[in-house]
């Protein structure tokens, strides 16, 4: 289902007061770069200095400062004022230290002549993009001339393009997973298999919930841009759905490399147990054999005659065994 942005509230006015806090204690660490008329402000690692700069510079609504501080978990949404969006947004990456995908949540605040962007840790695409325009004047003069509606397109497809060697990435392990069940490499293969799958339920879970946004940012941001941004962020859209589709396909294909490597597994087992139970079959009757012989009863036959009872009972011995994997042969039990 779409996410709706909340309805309209009015801007507070200039200088509203964020919820109380511990006194600030070190300068905002804020990025600032200007271009064109547009200003673009990035913030890494944001504390509770930084949102009082915004606070007593932009005015933005508590509410949103605090969504920026909170540990918790925001949902992807499009809140609309009088005066600026603010945009919640997730994206994928992978953790350095564990190696599991994770969320990472990216907060913006969209204005007239303003773009200000808050990762919850840094991003890669933001930071190239970022150093790029500190770098270039061309490029920062191709991104920041046509307002801020369309710098806000170029830093959410340039995340979205990240996104692809993620997704790739899943489908290059799913692929040897897929080899590794056939050479036999079951058993580790289900632990693999396992950290797979849970990758990309943990993708689908960031990508679902902010699929319906992302279609509202074209209409959202068309008064922060000089031309129709209609087809740029339909581009993005389309990368979302294409996101989306291969998830879904790769889920289908973990989940067939399940099932196959689960009925190989039991098709080795069943294997393994036929023979065991062969083996079985063919000890029973022999192990009778050297009961009987066990007895020191001189009635059996040849119980009395030496070595010749030793070849009489290996020779009984041998012919029931053979007897025995013959009949099995014959029922094609083996």
Same mark, same amino acid.
């Given at each position: 289902?779409?996410?709706?942005?909340?309805?309209?509230?009015?801007?507070?006015?200039?200088?509203?007061?964020?919820?109380?806090?511990?006194?600030?204690?070190?300068?905002?660490?804020?990025?600032?770069?200007?271009?064109?008329?547009?200003?673009?402000?990035?913030?890494?690692?944001?504390?509770?200095?930084?949102?009082?700069?915004?606070?007593?510079?932009?005015?933005? /609504?508590?509410?949103?400062?605090?969504?920026?501080?909170?540990?918790?978990?925001?949902?992807?949404?499009?809140?609309?004022?009088?005066?600026?969006?603010?945009?919640?947004?997730?994206?994928?990456?992978?953790?350095?230290?564990?190696?599991?995908?994770?969320?990472?949540?990216?907060?913006?605040?969209?204005?007239?002549?303003?773009?200000?962007?808050?990762?919850?840790?840094?991003?890669?695409?933001?930071?190239?993009?970022?150093?790029?325009?500190?770098?270039?004047?061309?490029?920062?003069?191709?991104?920041?001339?046509?307002?801020?509606?369309?710098?806000?397109?170029?830093?959410?497809?340039?995340?979205?393009?990240?996104?692809?060697?993620?997704?790739?990435?899943?489908?290059?392990?799913?692929?040897?997973?897929?080899?590794?069940?056939?050479?036999?490499?079951?058993?580790?293969?289900?632990?693999?298999?396992?950290?797979?799958?849970?990758?990309?339920?943990?993708?689908?879970?960031?990508?679902?919930?902010?699929?319906?946004?992302?279609?509202?940012?074209?209409?959202?941001?068309?008064?922060?841009?000089?031309?129709?941004?209609?087809?740029?962020?339909?581009?993005?859209?389309?990368?979302?759905?294409?996101?989306?589709?291969?998830?879904?396909?790769?889920?289908?294909?973990?989940?067939?490399?399940?099932?196959?490597?689960?009925?190989?597994?039991? /098709?080795?087992?069943? /294997?393994?147990?036929?023979?065991?139970?062969?083996?079985?079959?063919?000890?029973?009757?022999?192990?009778?054999?050297?009961?009987?012989?066990?007895?020191?009863?001189?009635?059996?036959?040849?119980?009395? /005659?030496?070595?010749?009872?030793?070849?009489?009972?290996?020779?009984?011995?041998?012919?029931?065994?053979?007897?025995?994997?013959?009949?099995?042969?014959?029922?094609?039990?083996?």
């Amino acid at each position: 289902m779409a996410e709706v942005p909340r309805l309209m509230r009015g801007r507070p006015r200039r200088g509203a007061a964020v919820p109380a806090a511990a006194p600030r204690t070190e300068a905002p660490r804020i990025q600032r770069l200007e271009s064109n008329g547009l200003t673009w402000l990035h913030i890494e690692s944001v504390t509770e200095a930084e949102t009082r700069a915004l606070a007593d510079e932009f005015g933005f /609504h508590p509410l949103d400062l605090e969504d920026v501080l909170s540990r918790s978990r925001q949902r992807a949404k499009i809140d609309q004022y009088d005066e600026y969006l603010f945009i919640v947004l997730h994206f994928p990456r992978y953790h350095k230290t564990s190696g599991r995908l994770q969320a990472i949540e990216v907060n913006l605040f969209v204005a007239d002549g303003l773009l200000i962007t808050i990762p919850e840790e840094p991003l890669k695409p933001v930071s190239q993009l970022w150093t790029a325009c500190v770098g270039s004047e061309q490029r920062r003069a191709e991104l920041m001339s046509k307002g801020s509606g369309y710098l806000l397109y170029a830093i959410v497809d340039g995340i979205y393009d990240y996104c692809f060697p993620i997704l790739d990435k899943i489908g290059f392990k799913l692929d040897s997973l897929e080899d590794a069940i056939f050479e036999g490499q079951r058993e580790q293969v289900v632990r693999d298999l396992s950290s797979v799958t849970h990758e990309v339920v943990n993708y689908r879970k960031i990508v679902k919930p902010q699929r319906g946004t992302l279609r509202l940012l074209e209409r959202a941001t068309k008064r922060y841009a000089t031309e129709d941004l209609e087809l740029y962020f339909d581009d993005i859209v389309d990368k979302s759905e294409r996101i989306w589709d291969g998830l879904e396909n790769y889920k289908e294909v973990a989940d067939a490399l399940e099932a196959t490597n689960t009925s190989v597994i039991t /098709h080795r087992l069943n /294997h393994l147990i036929r023979n065991l139970t062969v083996l079985s079959a063919v000890m029973l009757p022999l192990t009778l054999v050297t009961g009987f012989y066990g007895q020191n009863i001189d009635s059996l036959p040849l119980a009395n /005659h030496g070595v010749w009872s030793v070849l009489w009972t290996l020779a009984l011995m041998v012919a029931v065994a053979a007897g025995l994997l013959g009949w099995f042969r014959h029922k094609r039990w083996i």
